[in-house]
């Protein structure tokens, strides 16, 4: 409990008064009576304000959150006493998130309530908590406060953005991914398998016709074909120290954590099961899976999946694939490479290529595009361009040595990765490569 500005004020007068009492004898008595007066008052106003006040606090947030994304927190607050309350209170929100809220401080009547509303952006992924809330309590006649702590705590989960996902998948559903960049190669009726067969479409190819049955139906009919399904996708996931680079403030790793989930469900509507293996920090592995429920298992398997500070062991990593995974698949690696590792990727590819198809999505760093859009204005922009000149052939140099090993590699931006990942899984599809 400690005293306000105002009884400061009142104990600070009070004392002008007893120094006033030296020059003018006759107000001792104003400044006896006066302090008598100041200390019954702060006795009989902390007794007041000592006791915990009979409220009730609830916090209302969803228990999943969007990363980078504003979501709205809300509290409940109810005085079930008797006494009318003045209160500033302040909710204790996770560390590292963003936060519009200020200390709200307000009156409330017996028997009502007031909701207060402030918005959360987090900045990671991973589990939270709410810890509780602090409560200023100022007493009846604003000579003291006294702060209490309200510990409702409440976990909340950050996932990957799923605003975004939701974005990209509600196009598949529509069969609209043309809008985002996504080429369609499958032609009508056309594929690896058969499907079925239907009626006769103006376009369709000859060899597509089964005459057997146009003449038992006395009219064309077409065999249909689909894409071969029931194959098998394992994104190889790279959580080292290269995935940490930001960009427009979103991390690699969570710009390749959207684009996996993106593919996972246009391969899961495919008929195709899919699985994940992390590594260069905590090793995760979930097995090939199919159904709708592929996208949510992956999502909670990975949305509290920490970059590290660790360096990517990529032959380690393949060494733990093939005992993990027998049966041939698409691997998709994803990763942010540079000169030195490429002993240690080659190495990994190839022990890859003798059981997988492998595709490498390398994550190029958007700022270096950049330094070759500037204008050379004086030497140390012109160090930089000629650097940024050496990075760039260099690295095109690798991803040659790499495709000579079979492997595909796409090099991109993070912010590329969702469009050009599902294009190059859609053509392995067309190609009948897998």
């Given at each position: 409990m400690t005293p306000t500005r105002f009884t400061v004020a009142l104990i600070a007068l009070w004392l002008l008064i007893a120094v006033?009492?030296?020059?003018?004898?006759?107000?001792?008595?104003?400044?006896?009576?006066?302090?008598?007066?100041?200390?019954?008052?702060?006795?009989v106003d902390a007794i007041q304000v000592y006791a915990r006040p009979d409220?009730?606090?609830?916090?209302?947030?969803?228990?999943?959150?969007?990363?980078?994304?504003?979501?709205?927190?809300?509290?409940?607050?109810?005085?079930?006493?008797?006494?009318?309350?003045?209160?500033?209170?302040?909710?204790?929100?996770?560390?590292?998130?963003?936060?519009?809220?200020?200390?709200?401080?307000?009156?409330?009547?017996?028997?009502?309530?007031?909701?207060?509303?402030?918005?959360?952006?987090?900045?990671?992924?991973?589990?939270?908590?709410?810890?509780?809330?602090?409560?200023?309590?100022?007493?009846?006649?604003?000579?003291?406060?006294?702060?209490?702590?309200?510990?409702?705590?409440?976990?909340?989960?950050?996932?990957?953005?799923?605003?975004?996902?939701?974005?990209?998948?509600?196009?598949?559903?529509?069969?609209?991914?043309?809008?985002?960049?996504?080429?369609?190669?499958?032609?009508?009726?056309?594929?690896?398998?058969?499907?079925q067969l239907r009626e006769y479409y103006p376009g369709d190819s000859l060899k597509q016709i089964d005459w057997k049955a146009s003449s038992r139906m006395r009219k064309l009919i077409s065999r249909e074909y689909q894409d071969e399904r029931d194959q098998q996708i394992i994104f190889m996931l790279d959580c080292g120290r290269r995935m940490r680079h930001s960009e427009v403030n979103i991390s690699h790793l969570d710009q390749a954590l959207n684009a996996m989930l993106?593919?996972?469900?246009?391969?899961?509507?495919?008929?195709?099961?899919?699985?994940?293996?992390?590594?260069?920090?905590?090793?995760?592995?979930?097995?090939?899976?199919?159904?709708?429920?592929?996208?949510?298992?992956?999502?909670?398997?990975?949305?509290?999946?920490?970059?590290?500070?660790?360096?990517?062991d990529y032959l380690s990593a393949a060494q733990d694939i093939l005992k993990l995974q027998r049966k041939r698949a698409l691997i998709v690696l994803i990763s942010n490479t540079r000169d030195d590792d490429l002993d240690n990727i080659s190495a990994a590819i190839r022990l890859l290529n003798t059981r997988h198809l492998v595709v490498l999505a390398d994550l190029k760093e958007q700022s270096v595009s950049e330094i070759q859009k500037r204008t050379i204005s004086d030497l140390d922009s012109a160090l930089e361009f000629h650097a940024s000149e050496q990075f760039i052939h260099q690295r095109k140099e690798n991803h040659r040595q790499l495709r000579h090993l079979g492997v595909s590699c796409l090099d991109v931006t993070a912010a590329q990765l969702p469009i050009y990942l599902v294009n190059e899984y859609l053509a392995i599809k067309r190609s009948r490569r897998l």
């Open positions: 006033a009492t030296a020059f003018w004898p006759e107000s001792f008595i104003v400044w006896k009576v006066s302090g008598i007066v100041l200390l019954v008052g702060l006795l409220i009730e606090i609830q916090r209302t947030v969803n228990h999943n959150l969007p990363i980078y994304s504003w979501s709205k927190v809300s509290q409940r607050i109810q005085n079930r006493s008797n006494k009318n309350l003045h209160l500033l209170v302040r909710d204790h929100y996770p560390s590292g998130f963003l936060v519009d809220e200020k200390p709200a401080s307000f009156d409330i009547l017996p028997g009502q309530w007031i909701e207060l509303n402030y918005r959360i952006k987090p900045l990671s992924r991973g589990n939270y908590e709410f810890a509780g809330t602090d409560i200023l309590r100022r007493s009846p006649l604003c000579l003291w406060q006294r702060k209490y702590f309200d510990s409702d705590q409440q976990p909340v989960r950050i996932y990957p953005n799923f605003a975004d996902i939701s974005r990209y998948i509600l196009l598949a559903t529509d069969n609209r991914l043309s809008q985002l960049g996504i080429k369609k190669l499958q032609r009508r009726g056309e594929g690896n398998e058969f499907h993106l593919l996972s469900y246009i391969a899961v509507q495919q008929g195709d099961a899919v699985g994940f293996k992390s590594f260069a920090g905590e090793a995760r592995w979930m097995p090939p899976q199919k159904g709708a429920h592929t996208v949510n298992a992956i999502l909670n398997k990975t949305y509290d999946l920490p970059s590290t500070l660790d360096l990517a």
